[in-house]
């Protein structure tokens, strides 16, 4: 691992990430299913994938315009990090492989049209 990319060792940042909050959000004694969070499917992940890229655009546009500002909460690389990880939800839940995501629906948790050929 010395020798990879840093971009490689910060994907590894990511899944260490993703391990330690689904533990806190879907631990086995829970019954929320990490797809109960994106009832519209993937159009909920780019929302919330939006929403992340707002809010670092905004604290690095304050970053630009005051040299003395200072970020209180989330850093640029956590948001970034965050971002990286619904990304991956985004394609987790289009191939139909995330946790609670109900068999028979689209990547959008539509009612995927019966197959009936008559």
Known sequence: MENDK???????????LQRKKGNDYQNKASVIRQADYYP???????D????????????ISAMESDENYVQNF???????????NYASFMVAYC???????IEGRDFLNRPKPSAKND
């Open 48 to 59: 919330i994938i939006h929403a992340k890229m707002l809010r670092l655009r905004s604290v």
């Open 95 to 101: 191939r139909g492989q995330m946790d609670g995501q």
């Open 6 to 16: 840093e971009s490689i060792k910060v994907l590894l940042e990511c899944i260490e």
């Open 40 to 46: 519209r499917g993937v159009s909920t992940l780019l």
């Open 74 to 84: 989330e850093s640029i690389e956590d948001s970034a990090k965050d971002m990286a």
